[in-house]
């Protein structure tokens, strides 16, 4: 008997999957480019320089809630960790573009470099960026 309704009091606290809600705006990202202006794509061969502002192309996998938030990307020196530019927007479709220049227009010192990608709260992905010094004119 006791074990009878040990069992039931146990089963009571379990919740059926069935039933738990799907996660709410569960976004992702399809695909992230970061540019220069100069050369497009994966197919890059170019280092980034100090002196390039970069376009960061985020393609989510669906529009997000309204009530998101924005998207957002921070680039971040790795040696420093100084937040190095910062640009957002509104996430109201699936696709942004989101320019990162220097902050007080200065250059951004040479070395690694880590771009956070988020949408409200949620990180959607990170990525390392090395920045060099411009090839010497030829």
Same mark, same amino acid.
């Given at each position: 008997m006791i074990f009878f309704l040990l069992s039931a009091v146990a089963a009571c606290g379990k919740a059926d &999957? =069935?039933?738990e809600p799907a996660a709410a705006g569960a976004i992702a990202l /399809? =695909? *992230?480019t970061i540019d220069s202006g100069d050369a497009h794509g994966p197919g890059r061969t170019k280092p980034f320089t100090? /002196?390039?502002?970069l376009t960061v192309e985020v393609? *989510?996998? #669906?529009? &997000? #809630?309204a009530d998101a938030g924005q998207i957002? #990307?921070?680039f971040i020196n790795l040696a420093t960790g100084q937040v190095a530019s910062t640009a957002s927007e509104a996430a109201t479709t699936k696709q942004a573009r989101l320019t990162l220049t &220097?902050?007080?227009?200065r250059e951004w010192e040479p070395?690694?470099?880590? *771009?956070?990608? =988020?949408?409200?709260n949620t990180l959607l992905?990170?990525?390392d960026v090395d920045i060099s010094e411009p090839a010497p004119a030829s």
């Amino acid at each position: 008997m006791i074990f009878f309704l040990l069992s039931a009091v146990a089963a009571c606290g379990k919740a059926d &999957p =069935s039933h738990e809600p799907a996660a709410a705006g569960a976004i992702a990202l /399809q =695909s *992230l480019t970061i540019d220069s202006g100069d050369a497009h794509g994966p197919g890059r061969t170019k280092p980034f320089t100090v /002196q390039d502002v970069l376009t960061v192309e985020v393609i *989510l996998s #669906a529009a &997000p #809630a309204a009530d998101a938030g924005q998207i957002r #990307a921070r680039f971040i020196n790795l040696a420093t960790g100084q937040v190095a530019s910062t640009a957002s927007e509104a996430a109201t479709t699936k696709q942004a573009r989101l320019t990162l220049t &220097p902050k007080n227009a200065r250059e951004w010192e040479p070395g690694r470099y880590v *771009l956070e990608v =988020s949408v409200g709260n949620t990180l959607l992905t990170t990525r390392d960026v090395d920045i060099s010094e411009p090839a010497p004119a030829s």
